[in-house]
């Protein structure tokens, strides 16, 4: 159990455009997900809490307007990337949390999306 | 806020124990995870500590001590696999039940 899918597992786009990562909770219901943005050999950054139905909690620092995230299933939260510069590739993960039983506060993570941006 | 210490690498030698130390210091604490995380791929979760003591699940085991705001990854009869980054996070319930993690310990096993 806790299987998380995230696709695409990886993108390269040019600069200006937008890029949708969707992240998939395969075997149980996500009460809600997490998307972290992770540079080379730095750890995981949050950027956003999603919670099906409702707005996105943003950390400090992480623009709304360029991050878009939409939860709109227990199973489904995507993230738009708009208007991709440079700047903004990376590895982007996203994880699920709320798998009933004892480990309902753990979180487990898709396989992530290297997004480059020309 | 959340302040969370780890190693930053560590050596051992296959089939030897490494010991990976994680303070922290933090309000409204619920629970420290412990990830593996193997270079260009997301982290996995290997255990979840919310009271004190050791949990133990076959070659790993792990330790809290909440009063001390302390804990350690034991891994034992170390394999070239386990050559990874371990990821020390502390789950804040009042935001959500959301991690914060540290900065993460090179474990480098040699033959």
């Known amino acids: 159990g806790a299987v998380v899918s995230q696709h695409p597992s990886w993108v390269i786009c040019k600069s200006g455009t937008s890029v949708k990562i969707e992240c998939r909770s395969l075997d149980f219901q996500a009460t809600t997900m997490f998307w972290y943005r992770q540079f080379p050999k730095q750890s995981l950054m949050l950027m956003a809490t999603s919670n099906e139905g409702s707005k996105a909690t943003y950390e400090q620092g992480v623009e709304k307007d360029k991050f878009l995230i939409n939860h709109a299933s227990l199973t489904l939260s995507t993230l738009t990337v708009t208007s991709a510069h440079p700047e903004d590739s990376s590895f982007y993960i996203c994880?699920?949390?709320?798998?009933?039983?004892?480990?309902?506060?753990?979180?487990?993570f898709g396989p992530g999306t290297r997004l480059t941006v020309l | 806020g959340q302040n969370i210490d780890q190693p930053t690498e560590m050596t051992a030698t296959e089939g030897a124990i490494v010991q990976i130390n994680c303070t922290y210091q933090?309000?409204?604490?619920?629970?420290l995870f412990w990830y593996q995380q193997h270079a260009g791929e997301a982290p996995t979760f290997l255990s979840y500590n919310v009271l004190d003591g050791l949990e133990e699940k076959g070659r790993f085991s792990s330790f809290l001590s909440r009063s001390k705001g302390y804990s350690y990854l034991l891994l034992k009869e170390l394999q070239m696999k386990d050559s990874a980054s371990y990821l020390c996070?502390?789950?804040?319930?009042?935001?959500?039940?959301?991690?914060?993690f540290g900065g993460g310990t090179r474990v480098l096993v040699k033959p």
């Open positions: 994880s699920a949390g709320g798998l009933a039983g004892i480990y309902t506060d753990t979180q487990y």
């Open positions: 933090t309000s409204g604490f619920n629970g």
């Open positions: 996070a502390v789950g804040v319930k009042a935001a959500g039940n959301k991690l914060t």
